[in-house]
Nanobody
């Protein structure tokens, strides 16, 4: 099993910045993808950004140019640097780790951290 612990959420004014962190522990096999998703009230959970073990990244169009995902493989930690925050970025942000092993997809989630952007 994999445990994910997120930190760094909070309340920030529009235009401000926050940095989220997520530490993964437990049995993690190689080639895993780490990412961040978010879910606003009444909406589905959507991908914000993801990063592979080799550093390949993928971003939602709405955050391109404002958010940066990075990871420290030695620490099993993924970060999300969020700049120029907007009220529409308000949501619960979830850390995700997933990997494929012997044809089975393993998918793990953190408990979520609230990000609130005031106008």
């Amino acid at each position: 099993q994999v445990q994910l612990v997120e930190s760094g959420g909070g309340l920030v004014q529009s235009g401000g910045s926050l940095r989220l962190s997520c530490v993964a522990s437990g049995t993690i096999f190689g080639g895993y993808v780490m990412g961040w998703y978010r879910q606003a009230p009444g909406k589905q959970r959507d991908l914000v950004a993801a990063i592979t073990g080799s550093g390949g990244t993928n971003y939602a169009d709405s955050v391109k140019g404002r958010f940066t995902i990075s990871r420290d493989n030695a620490k099993n930690t993924v970060y999300l640097e969020m700049n120029s925050l907007k009220p529409d970025d308000t949501a619960v942000y979830y850390c995700n780790v997933n990997y494929l092993r012997f044809g089975v997809l393993y998918d793990f989630w953190g408990q979520g951290t609230q990000v609130t952007v005031s106008s």
